[in-house]
Nanobody
């Protein structure tokens, strides 16, 4: 069974940076594309970024140029490096496989002065 654990969230000032991590427990990590999502209070869950098994990346337009997704197959981990953070980036961030499997608990990112 797949288990996903997100970490690295926190409180950061506008313009700051954070790096999120997502560790995948399962045997097929290296064969899986992985996504980051986020859900802001009162809003639908939103897709943020994808990394394929060959490390090709894609992003939602609102984070293009500010966020970078990466993966380390030796650690069954994906990362989301977030820079130039804005208050509208405040959300709980989740990772998942493609297609989605079970959801983890997420990690809270709050951008505020």
């Amino acid at each position: 069974q797949v288990l996903l654990v997100e970490s690295g969230g926190g409180l950061v000032q506008p313009g700051g940076s954070l790096r999120l991590s997502c560790t995948y427990s399962g045997s097929l990590f290296g064969l899986s594309s992985m996504d980051w999502y986020r859900q802001a209070p009162g809003k639908e869950r939103e897709w943020v970024a994808r990394i394929t098994r060959s490390s090709t990346a894609a992003y939602v337009e609102s984070v293009q140029g500010r966020f970078t997704i990466s993966r380390d197959n030796t650690k069954n981990t994906i990362y989301l490096q977030m820079s130039s953070l804005k208050p509208e980036d405040t959300a709980v961030y989740y990772c998942n496989t493609v297609p989605p499997s079970v959801w983890g608990q997420g990690t809270q990112v709050t951008v505020s002065s």
